[in-house]
């Protein structure tokens, strides 16, 4: 992915009820965004991408690489920011980019692939859970920025 591409991934990103709320979709991206990808970009554990179909953006996600000394000392991938433009969903192309995400994941000797989706985006977790994914887990989240307010 390249700094330009930022505009489609923020764009797909707010494409859904959830994103509306959290996603910025401005004429000048936020410096906030550009720092991100600055950070993501030149960190060999982070990789960021975006999926196109004859040059059209279908979608996008983040993997992260994460050394850990569970699991005997095992590298997991965390997948994150999995968006599916709302054009092409239901059509096959998000279970391409899931198992484009895996083999990426073997790739780099990942033991473990993990990842958290909303637990109001019904559709995804059905999505997911049909890839072979388990609820094993439950999760937190605490947004700091209400902790310094």
Same mark, same amino acid.
């Given at each position: 992915?390249?700094? /330009?591409?930022? %505009? /489609? /991934?923020? %764009?797909?990103l707010e494409d859904d009820e959830i994103g509306q709320c959290r996603e910025t979709k401005a004429n000048v991206i936020p #410096?906030?965004?550009?720092?991100?990808?600055?950070?993501?970009n030149?960190? #060999?554990n982070?990789? #960021?991408?975006?999926?196109?179909?004859?040059g059209e953006p279908i979608g *996008?996600?983040?993997i992260t690489f994460i050394p850990g000394l569970s699991r005997l %000392?095992?590298?997991? %991938?965390q997948i994150e920011g999995v968006r599916f433009s709302?054009?092409?969903r239901g059509k096959g192309y998000g279970s391409e980019m899931i198992a484009w995400a895996i083999t990426k *994941?073997?790739?780099?000797g990942c033991r473990v692939l993990q990842l958290t989706s909303d637990k109001t985006r019904e559709n995804a977790i059905q999505f997911y859970e049909g890839l072979g994914f388990v609820r094993s887990h439950e999760g937190f989240k605490l947004t700091l920025a209400s902790v310094l307010e």
């Open positions: 992915m390249q700094k /330009v591409d930022l %505009g /489609v /991934v923020i %764009g797909l #410096a906030d965004y550009i720092r991100a990808f600055e950070q993501i030149s960190d #060999a982070q990789y #960021a991408v975006i999926f196109e179909i004859n *996008c996600l983040q %000392g095992s590298l997991r %991938g709302r054009d092409f *994941c073997l790739d780099r």
